[in-house]
């Protein structure tokens, strides 16, 4: 018999929402600064700068973030595990029976919970609090550096997308072409972030695109303004 495997989409979700978020923040901001700056009536190197420092400073920004925001989960995680392993050593019996009630608001009998804790302590005691009590897995175990390299290499193609608009597109057709490419960007994006997740499309894309358009809007309305004023 051929063995069985299986791959389940949650074991995607660490990398994939850091993926996603970053290169929709590269698209969306990169995309929005420029807009912004071109319709203040700059010329294509000033655009191109404010382009680049926009896509050095949202790569570092996203990871310093990341990895901020993540290194405090890790922080809480590895707090919880110590406590655990402390009181592992001064109150076993109070852990195998917390343990075994555990199994029992599972559905199992208290005979058999009580059995399977006995065995799960015997085997790994800490792994088993950790995995049961805490809901700390392998899936959902907090990895700051992967999520901090993961955004900032994300953040930094989604904004190569607009800069390379920038610098390929006639300038008269620089803010059109800008925005109707950050757009078709954004939702392919938003198509690829769906069918990693195994989720129906229609939605994920109909979101990054509302909420791209009306950022790359607001920006270009303000640059205007600005351009218009001074």
């Known amino acids: 018999m051929r063995p069985h495997t299986?791959?389940?989409?949650?074991?995607?979700?660490?990398?994939?929402?850091?993926?996603?978020?970053?290169?929709?923040?590269g698209i969306v901001s990169t995309a929005s600064l420029i807009l912004g700056v071109a319709a203040s009536g700059a010329d294509r190197p000033a655009i191109l700068v404010a382009g680049v420092a926009g896509l050095v400073a949202g790569a570092m920004s996203m990871a310093a973030g990341e990895y901020v925001s993540v290194s405090s989960q890790s922080d809480t995680e590895q707090?919880?595990?110590?406590?655990?392993?402390?009181?592992?050593s001064s109150a076993a019996e109070v852990e195998l029976a917390e343990l075994a009630g555990i199994y029992e608001k599972r559905g199992v009998d208290a005979e058999t919970?009580?059995?399977?804790a006995?065995?799960?302590?015997?085997?790994?005691?800490?792994?088993?609090?950790v995995r049961d009590e805490l809901h700390i897995t392998a899936i959902t175990e907090a990895r700051p550096v992967l999520a901090a390299v993961t955004s900032a290499g994300s953040f930094t193609a989604g904004a190569a997308l607009p800069l390379a608009l920038v610098a390929f597109l006639p300038m008269k057709l620089v803010v059109p072409g800008q925005a109707v490419g950050s757009i078709l960007f954004l939702a392919?994006?938003?198509?690829?972030?769906?069918?990693?997740g195994g989720t129906k499309p229609l939605r994920p894309v109909a979101r990054v695109v509302?909420?791209?358009a009306l950022a790359m809007g607001l920006t270009a309305l303000i640059g205007s303004l600005v351009g218009t004023s001074v």
Do not use: P
Not at 83 to 88: D, G, Q, S, T, W
Not at 113 to 116: D, I, M, N, P, S
Not at 188 to 196: E, T
């Open 79 to 88: 707090s919880d595990i110590a406590r655990e392993k402390a009181e592992l």
């Open 118 to 129: 006995q065995q799960m302590t015997t085997f790994d005691a800490l792994g088993s609090h």
């Open 188 to 196: 392919l994006l938003g198509a690829v972030g769906a069918k990693a």
């Open 6 to 25: 299986e791959q389940h989409l949650v074991s995607r979700i660490g990398w994939l929402r850091a993926a996603v978020l970053g290169a929709n923040d």
């Open 113 to 116: 919970a009580r059995k399977v």
């Open 210 to 212: 509302f909420w791209g």
